[in-house]
């Protein structure tokens, strides 16, 4: 039985003269980092993939440091694109991420559809877990993408999923099953 550990990253800095893909890490997100590295200890994971995120990076970097095993930059793992969506206030973007979810075919925030970004984060987590075999392995990506990917396997609507993930939460999925063996919501 393998293990794949997704993980959505920790908490970011947050700046509103910043893309939030563009985000880095908090002094409280490195520090969670740090307590989400202790808690996958005893899950053992032989490498760390993550997207191409600084705040993703950051994340890897440091479970893959502290569990002393590599991390790896993998296409396809970054977030919904919102490059093109301004920094709302939180009740707004709450409401734009759940009209997303519940329209999944329609383009209504960013530039990709949620069957769009689905589509390609599924394809990316396949590719990698078809790869790396029996492998343990652990996936550094983001909320919206990690609820889209993973609301099917739990039974869970994506959105619910979405609001309880915390920064950092992960899920444990038994491979090639994809069953889902733990979830923890906030580390």
């Not at 899950?43 to 790896?72: C, G, M, W, Y």
């Not at 999944?104 to 078809?130: F, H, K, M, S, Y």
């Not at 909320?143 to 739990?154: K, R, S």
Request: proline share 7%.
């Amino acid at each position: 039985m393998a293990k794949l550990i997704l993980i959505k990253h920790a908490p970011p800095q947050v700046d509103a003269g910043v893309p939030s893909h563009e985000w880095r890490l908090s002094p409280a997100g490195r520090d969670k980092a740090t307590a989400l590295a202790e808690r996958l200890r005893a899950h053992a994971p032989t490498i760390v993939f993550t997207s191409n995120e600084p705040k993703a990076i950051e994340t890897a970097q440091i479970v893959a440091d502290a569990l002393a095993v590599r991390h790896e930059i993998s296409p396809g793992l970054h977030e919904h694109d919102r490059s093109n969506v301004p920094q709302m206030p939180t009740r707004e973007f709450i409401s734009s991420v759940a009209l997303f979810f519940k329209c999944p075919n329609e383009l209504v925030l960013g530039r990709e559809t949620a069957a769009q970004a689905r589509q390609r984060v599924t394809g990316a987590i396949d590719w990698i877990v078809t790869q790396n075999g029996a492998r343990d392995i652990a996936i550094v990506t983001h909320g919206t993408v990690l609820a889209l990917y993973a609301a099917p396997l739990v039974k869970a609507d994506p959105f619910i999923l979405w609001r309880q993930l915390g920064l950092p939460s992960f899920l444990i999925l038994q491979t090639p099953e994809m069953r889902v063996i733990e979830r923890v919501d906030n580390v």
